[in-house]
């Protein structure tokens, strides 16, 4: 682990304030090449319906006080229905002027048992991505995000040691089934935020609040990236776009800004050491080809891994928000987040934080790996945030460009409203609202669809 305190100095730049004048003036993506990839995100799970994995048993459980793991006490049982409606989805990216769209495949839909394998699913997932493919949007393809079969949830989910050779079995399959259709992989969603909250805050499955294990299920997704990467490769051999390259994979990682809430040493230590080992862990395993997780007085894992060198043709980075650490340093919580003073928050409580975003950017500018923002949004169920929060966060993205850094697209989560985890239905994050207690879901545009549609005229790709 790199020393906390040095990770802040050198990892996480001064806070800086955006100018408001300056946003307002930016023609969005003006400056960005043709090749520029637009689009918006979404996952499997939180859209299809009809799934039933190791979430959809957990959505049906309680804490011991008699809370629902589900805030609202909903579930994605039926979520957007999106495996029925793909179509309507389709029209709300052409509607956007979109030229990428990342959305997920469901493990547990495609193989229900293990080994087995459903053709017509597999038909379904073909007929969307050519779908997609025919009206100039390119499939990006999420294999895995947040969501086991029940086969795998039963031996133990990601204390299974079998777990990250079975998810690159599917990563496999997928790469022989879809390879002619899909270039683009992101083999695994946020590893960090998984392992927070399923192990570390128990609020996903599998329900555990253990540092050790949080530990060690980071360790085998590092294992399982390393792996997929290798059985994408050897499996799709493709070239579906015609670029002379038959795969590009990345991971999405969740990168969140962690600034010390005053100058006091133990918030600066602190918010190092959150720093590193939420952003930093995993990117480290990859840069350095091996499995390496380290918190002082739980764990000291390093390990050679040669699969993880060289397993990313891209970095997603999924951006939200910054948190003002207040350090603690006993107790059962290293810190507590502080609010910062005059900034807006989205309706999940969340900052929102703009200059993070290039912050980000820049921080990981040069290491090797493009950058693609595979999600950056805003829960904004009154519609009154999302217009200003692209703006902003498209002017972050420009201004990166525009200082030398290998942006190479924008996608913004997410394109329907969905089904936001332990949260239900209360996140609204959809560029398309919907309304879930309506029996036809329909997708319907928000003020920020104008927003988005401006930045894709500059961009070029819509007309
Ligand atoms: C996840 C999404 C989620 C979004 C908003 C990201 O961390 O990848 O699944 O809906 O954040 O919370």
């Known amino acids: 682990m790199v020393l906390p305190a040095l990770a802040l100095v050198a990892g996480c730049a001064k806070p800086i304030t955006f100018d408001a004048g300056a946003i307002a003036a930016n023609r969005m993506l003006a400056g960005a090449p043709p090749g520029f990839l637009l689009g918006a995100a979404t996952s499997a799970y939180q859209i299809e319906g009809g799934n039933h994995n190791d979430w959809s048993e957990w959505e049906k459980g309680r804490y011991p006080d008699g809370t629902p793991h589900v805030l609202d006490g909903t579930s994605a049982t039926r979520a957007a229905d999106s495996w029925n409606f793909w179509r309507a989805d389709l029209s709300a990216l052409q509607l956007l002027g979109a030229n990428v769209y990342r959305l997920g495949i469901e493990w547990s839909r495609l193989e229900p048992t293990e080994g087995a394998w459903d053709q017509a699913a597999a038909a ?24 086991l079969p029940t086969w795998v949830a039963a031996r133990g989910g990601w204390d299974w040691d079998g777990a990250p050779a079975a998810l690159a079995a599917f990563a496999g399959r997928a790469g022989s089934a879809f390879g002619d259709l899909v270039d683009w992989w992101c083999t695994i969603n ?108 739980v764990i000291d894992i390093d390990q050679p891994f040669p699969p993880l060198a060289g397993s990313l043709d891209y970095l997603g980075v999924n951006y939200y928000t910054r948190d003002l650490v207040v350090g603690h340093l006993g107790g059962p919580n290293i810190y507590t987040p502080a609010s ?28 090797g790996w493009p ?57 609204h994050f959809g560029l398309y609202a919907i309304d879930f207690e309506d029996p036809t879901l329909t997708r319907r545009p928000t003020a920020a669809v104008a927003t988005f549609q401006e930045a894709a005229r500059n961009l070029g790709t819509l007309h």
Request: hydrophobic content about 45%.
């Open 190 to 297: 946020e590893p960090n935020v998984l392992v927070a909250k399923g192990y570390l805050a128990g609020q996903w499955p599998p329900g555990a609040r253990d540092p050790h294990r949080a530990a060690m299920a980071l360790a085998a997704l590092m294992r399982a990236h390393g792996l997929m990467t290798g059985a994408l490769r050897e499996n799709d051999r493709t070239d579906a776009d015609g670029d002379g390259r038959a795969t590009r994979i990345g991971i999405a990682q969740n990168l969140r800004i962690f600034d010390p809430y005053s100058a006091s040493p133990v918030d600066g230590i602190v918010a190092g050491a959150a720093d590193d080992f939420y952003n930093q862990a995993f990117l480290d395993a990859v840069t350095l080809g091996r499995v390496r997780v380290v918190l002082p007085g």
């Open 340 to 367: 910062a003073p005059d900034r807006p928050r989205n309706d999940l409580g969340w900052e929102i934080y703009p200059e993070g975003l290039y912050r980000m950017l820049l921080r990981y500018a040069h290491r």
């Open 371 to 427: 950058l693609l923002v595979t999600e950056n949004g805003v829960a904004d169920g009154r519609g009154v945030l999302r217009s200003d929060f692209l703006r902003a966060h498209l002017y972050a993205v420009d201004r990166a460009r525009a200082e030398g850094v290998e942006v190479i697209g924008y996608l913004y989560w997410s394109l329907i409203d969905n089904f936001e985890w332990s949260h239900g239905y209360r996140g």
């Open 124 to 147: 379904r997932y073909r007929q969307m991505f050519a779908a997609l493919r025919a009206a100039g949007i390119t499939p990006i393809v999420t294999l895995y995000h947040f969501t």
